[in-house]
Antibody, heavy 118, light 107 residues
């Protein structure tokens, strides 16, 4: 069974930084691209960032480009999102997403809440 | 970045009625479009991928169609558990993107 467990969220002041982690299990982590998706309170889904299976290719939404960095440690089956220069509009639940494969369905973590406020 | 526009924002229907949801892309996404369902307090559930393929375990009353820039999600006969918010997502190119969502509410 695929499990994705996010951690690292919390309350941070505007301009601050956080690092989110997503511990993955139940699939061969190193062979799949992974993504982060966020949802602000009462709002829709927003795709944030993605990373290739080997970690060499990274992608970002325009809203976070230059401030967020996605990375992964395949030896630890863990996905990261380094967030700098945080703004109030970054307040959201952040979920990591496993895209699934031929025999394994897509899976979302339950998410970690990031609140940016003074 | 490809922009997805969903319409209508809200759809008010009764159980048993047919729901038709639209998603329009700012440029062609070929058939690389997915549909999700989200209920309050839950993570999204993948319904349709590649425009018309139902994900594992999704009932046959859900169907997707379209290609290029115009896509449709149809729920043939609404069940009580289908009242939720639906999102489309393009998967043709990075960065990926979601539409703004359509809320299907009970009339």
């Amino acid at each position: 069974e695929v499990q994705l467990l996010e951690s690292g969220g919390g309350l941070v002041q505007p301009g601050g930084s956080l690092r989110l982690s997503c511990a993955a299990s139940g699939f061969t982590f190193s062979t799949y691209a992974m993504t982060w998706v966020r949802q602000a309170p009462g709002k829709g889904l927003e795709w944030v960032s993605g990373i290739s299976d080997g970690g060499t290719r990274t992608y970002y939404a325009d809203s976070v480009k230059g401030r967020f960095t996605i990375s992964r440690d395949n030896s630890k089956n863990t996905l990261y999102l380094h967030m700098n220069s945080l703004r109030a509009e970054d307040t959201a639940v952040y979920c990591c997403v496993f895209p699934g494969g031929a025999t394994i369905p897509e899976s979302w973590g339950q998410g970690t809440l990031v609140t940016v406020s003074s | 970045e490809i922009v997805l526009t969903q319409s209508p924002a809200t759809l008010s229907l009764s159980p048993g009625e047919r729901a038709t949801l639209s998603c329009r892309a700012s440029q062609s996404v070929s058939s690389y479009l997915a549909w999700y369902q989200q209920k309050p307090g839950q993570t999204p559930r993948l319904l349709i991928y590649d425009a018309s393929n139902r994900a594992t375990g999704i009932p046959a009353r859900f169907s997707g169609s379209g290609s290029g820039t115009d896509f449709t999600l149809t729920i043939s006969s609404l069940e009580p558990e289908d009242f939720a918010v639906y999102y489309c997502q393009q998967r043709t190119s990075w960065p990926l993107s979601f539409g703004g969502g359509t809320k299907v509410e009970i009339k």
